[in-house]
C-alpha cells in the first residue's frame, strides 16, 4: 500500500507493522497478476521475492547503509514519532513494527528521505531512487497478533537462512547491541490498545 494513505486508515493507539523495499528491488510487474488476492497474499507474495532475490540492489546488506537506518528509526523514536518495536533490516527491505505517535505517512516520509540522501551520500549516488514509493502496512488488531507479527519480524533472517538464530543477525531488535535501545527494555514490549 503506498505510504500517503496511512494517516487516513489508522487507529490511536494501534501498533503499525511496515515494510518498505529499496528501489528496483522487486521484479516487474511486483504484484501478483492472478485474481485479487487478499492484503496477507500480497504481502506474502511480495516477501518471498524480496528475500529470495538474486538480483537488484542490496544497499541494506552494507554496514554503513543498515547503521544509517537502524539509527534514523531511533531517532523516530527518540523525538516522540512513534513507539519502536521489533524490526530487521534485510539486504533489500525493512520490516519493521511500532506504535505511531504522529500520522504515518509524516514520519515514513521523513525516515524514507533522511535515509536515502544519507545513503544515496555514502554509497556515492546522487539523483537515484533508494526506497520503492510504496511500502506495505498493517495495522495490527491484538496482543496475539503483535505477538506473532514480532516474531515473524525477528525471526526473518533465520527463515531467509542467514542465520540459525534470531539474535545472531546484528540489524534486527533481537541482536544484544538493538534489545537495550528498542523501547527502552525490549522485554517490557507490549501490545497496547
Do not use: C
Not at 45 to 57: E, H, N, V
Amino acid at each position: 500500500m503506498n505510504s500517503r494513505w496511512l494517516s487516513q486508515l489508522g487507529a490511536k493507539d494501534k501498533w503499525l507493522f511496515l515494510t518498505w523495499p529499496l528501489h528496483g528491488s522487486l521484479p516487474h510487474p511486483w504484484l501478483p497478476l492472478n485474481n485479487q488476492p487478499s492484503a496477507g497474499q500480497t504481502f506474502g507474495w511480495i516477501d518471498r521475492r524480496l528475500d529470495t532475490a538474486r538480483s537488484g540492489p542490496s544497499f541494506l546488506g552494507e554496514e554503513p547503509v543498515a547503521s544509517i537506518v537502524a539509527e534514523s528509526l531511533y531517532r523516530g523514536m527518540e523525538i516522540g514519532h512513534y513507539r519502536l518495536g521489533p524490526f530487521v533490516i534485510m539486504a533489500n527491505h525493512v520490516h519493521v513494527l511500532l506504535l505511531p505517535l504522529v500520522s504515518p505517512s509524516r514520519f515514513l516520509k521523513s525516515l524514507k528521505s533522511v535515509t536515502a540522501r544519507n545513503a544515496n551520500r555514502v554509497l556515492g549516488r546522487t539523483g537515484e531512487a533508494f526506497w520503492q514509493r510504496e511500502s506495505y502496512d498493517h495495522w495490527v488488531r491484538d496482543e496475539q497478533e503483535w505477538t506473532r507479527v514480532a516474531t515473524y519480524i525477528e525471526n526473518h533472517p533465520v527463515k531467509a537462512g542467514l542465520v540459525f538464530r534470531p539474535e545472531n543477525y546484528r540489524w534486527s531488535s533481537a541482536h544484544e547491541m538493538h534489545r537495550q535501545r528498542s523501547l527502552g527494555a525490549h522485554d517490557s514490549m507490549r501490545y497496547i490498545h
